[in-house]
């Protein structure tokens, strides 16, 4: 890290949470602006998935599980990595 990188970053850290929320998520948003992606396509985007996954469910293509049943699944699946 830059001196001025650590600099801004323990200025920051000065700050309350809500203004380095803020800070943070302006931040956040100007790495978006570089790479010219766009709320609106990311909206577009996530419409499009679910729209896609709405079908698939009405269509019986997926089986719905419990969040238990998910949950649970997915300790597994970690204490296998862990492992």
Known sequence: MTQRADEVFR???ELD???RAVVAHRLLESLDAE???THTEVDADWREEIG???DEILEGKVELVSFEQTRAKARALLNELHK
Request: no cysteine.
């Open 11 to 13: 200025a920051g850290l």
């Open 17 to 19: 949470l809500d203004e």
């Open 35 to 37: 790479d010219h992606i």
């Open 52 to 54: 896609s996954r709405l």
